[in-house]
């Protein structure tokens, strides 16, 4: 009995279609890009968006079971389940979009540490820091060339500049690389510059580690990993130029579904909305039970492909 046999048999039988998620996969994901890495970088894990969708929680434990201690999520309510999910006090919780204006106290009472996007949430920060007497933790976000988050090189040196960092604990300086999937765009070697420019801003008292690399940014060079690298769909095994040939990556789910029925049709016919495939000769077709609803779009249109 093959595998997908074995699995839709363990499901009842109303039930369409399976994802099977292979969190050892992602265990062993995650050790191939800790042990590329340059020695004595730390790799953290993004789960951002339910672990892109694969389950937070699940993903999240076999993690910090192969040593992951940092992670980083998009929004400050993800790593408000972080921590109720997990209670190991190494855990380092960082959250991309920063700290929102009266989610303060979620951050600090939960100890989750903020990655700063703009001149406002540097300023809200740091007056919750004198509001409470206490210098609070962050991650400083400069922009290199994404576009969108952080501060732009000007308002960055502004920043740096004034007395406002003067009650933050600066943990790393950061950047997002735009282009790294890229690995042959000069736009790669020119954040790194800016990043290098911004990063000798800071004065030496408040001089902190650097993350810079996403997943395509691992394979670009040791200068690109500094103190932490950030994968995101690498853990999960998503490929790209950039680095399936320089890291063995395992697929972390596939899709199982049932046959509804199967047919043939005569050459010349048509299938599908707006009849985009014609049958060039007589075809015997499987019609799958898969949609909308689980993710597979119209788009897949004569491009997707399954194996039966």
Request: aromatic share 10%.
């Amino acid at each position: 009995m093959t595998f997908m046999q074995t699995l839709l048999d363990t499901v009842p039988p109303q039930t369409p279609c399976v994802l099977h998620i292979d969190l050892k996969a992602i265990q062993e994901n995650y050790l191939a890009l800790k042990n590329f890495i340059r020695k004595g970088a730390l790799c953290a894990a993004v789960l951002k968006a339910d672990a892109y969708g694969l389950g937070q929680d699940a993903v999240g434990t076999v993690l910090y079971e192969a040593g992951c201690r940092d992670f980083f999520f998009a929004y400050v309510d993800e790593a408000i389940q972080a921590r109720k999910t997990f209670h190991h006090k190494d855990l380092n919780l960082y959250v991309f979009n920063g700290v929102l204006p009266n989610t303060e106290n979620f951050f600090i009472e939960r100890n989750i540490i903020p990655c700063l996007i703009s001149k406002e949430q540097v300023e809200r920060w740091t007056h919750h820091a004198q509001k409470i007497s206490r210098k609070l933790p962050c991650l400083l976000h400069v922009d290199t060339g994404m576009g969108r988050e952080g501060l732009p090189y000007d308002v960055f040196k502004d920043v740096v500049q004034s007395d406002l960092l003067d009650n933050l604990d600066i943990r790393y300086i950061m950047s997002h690389m735009a282009n790294s999937n890229n690995s042959g765009s000069p736009k790669n070697k020119i954040q790194l510059d800016r990043f290098l420019k911004a990063r000798q801003l800071l004065p030496k008292t408040k001089a902190s580690l650097a993350t810079f690399a996403n997943s395509s940014g691992i394979t670009l060079g040791d200068n690109y990993q500094f103190d932490l690298v950030r994968p995101g769909m690498a853990l999960y095994g998503y490929k790209n130029e950039s680095y399936s040939t320089l890291l063995d990556l395992k697929p972390s789910l596939k899709t199982f579904a049932r046959i509804l029925l199967t047919r043939h049709i005569p050459k010349g016919e048509t299938l599908g909305y707006n009849c985009t495939h014609t049958c060039k000769r007589d075809t015997k077709v499987a019609l799958v039970s898969v949609g909308h609803r689980d993710g597979i779009l119209r788009a897949a249109s004569n491009k997707g492909y399954v194996l039966i």
